[in-house]
């Protein structure tokens, strides 16, 4: 089984709706992410989680919001979608316990498409 | 913020060459991941290597910390590498924690 899972994988909305994205993990991590890809670009940071009392805004927040439900999960919500959110998600975690190793590992993305 | 530049953003190769990728980076760093997204969209994780040399099959990689540059190896490539590759980096000054990636090179390897 996938260590971090994103569900939906495929999804299209129309503008003004409102969507969350869904992250879980089972690796255990303290930390969670969440990112977004346009075409043809590398990911840039939207929010991100080091435990389920902390959150904070990433590069591109404006339009997005997320919780924290429990460590292993993390949400991500679009109030009022609109067609530039078009784009592929991808929840990430790693691991801080001390380790100095600050590997961050990608579950398989959701491909949101906003009509 | 942190720049991340790969290079070259394109390539197109034929089966069996080795290729040289690489990724430069504007400050100190704590972490460097290189990733491979296939066809399909998913990430898959190549190499944790804020420095040092690491190896995995026809895949290498090395990281100048120093000198803020990392390079990825793949020799005898298969179709199966084609994909984009990304260079992502942690800067180590403090901030957002969230990696920062390059915009990846593009690598087709022809049957």
């Known amino acids: 089984d996938a260590d971090v899972t994103q569900t939906p994988r495929n999804r299209i909305t129309k503008t003004g709706k409102r969507i969350m994205l869904e992250c879980s993990q089972t690796k255990g991590h303290d930390r969670m992410y969440w990112y977004r890809q346009d075409p043809g670009l590398g990911l840039r940071l939207i929010y991100y989680?080091?435990?389920?009392?902390?959150?904070n805004k990433g590069e591109i927040s404006d339009g997005y919001s997320v919780s924290r439900q429990a460590q292993a999960k993390f949400s991500l919500s679009l109030e009022s979608a609109i067609p530039n959110q078009t784009a592929l998600y991808f929840c990430a975690t790693s691991d801080h316990a001390g380790t100095g190793i600050h590997e961050q590992y990608f579950g398989p993305g959701t491909r949101l498409t906003v009509t | 913020g942190i720049q991340v530049e790969q290079s070259p953003p394109d390539l197109i190769l034929q089966e069996g060459a080795n290729s040289t990728l690489r990724c430069n980076f504007s400050?100190?760093?704590?972490?460097l991941q290189w990733f491979h997204q296939n066809p399909w969209g998913q990430l898959i994780n190549l190499f944790y290597?804020?420095?040092g040399t690491k190896q995995n099959g026809r895949l290498s990689a090395t990281t100048v910390a120093t000198e803020r540059y990392s390079l990825l190896y793949i020799s005898s490539s298969q179709t199966t590498d084609s994909g984009v590759y990304f260079c992502?980096?942690?800067?180590?000054?403090?901030?957002?924690?969230?990696?920062?990636f390059g915009k990846g090179t593009h690598l087709i390897i022809q049957p």
């Open positions: 992502a980096v942690l800067y180590s000054g403090g901030g957002a924690d969230g990696l920062t």
């Open positions: 290597i804020p420095s």
């Open positions: 400050d100190s760093v704590n972490n």
């Open positions: 989680s080091f435990d389920v009392k902390d959150i």
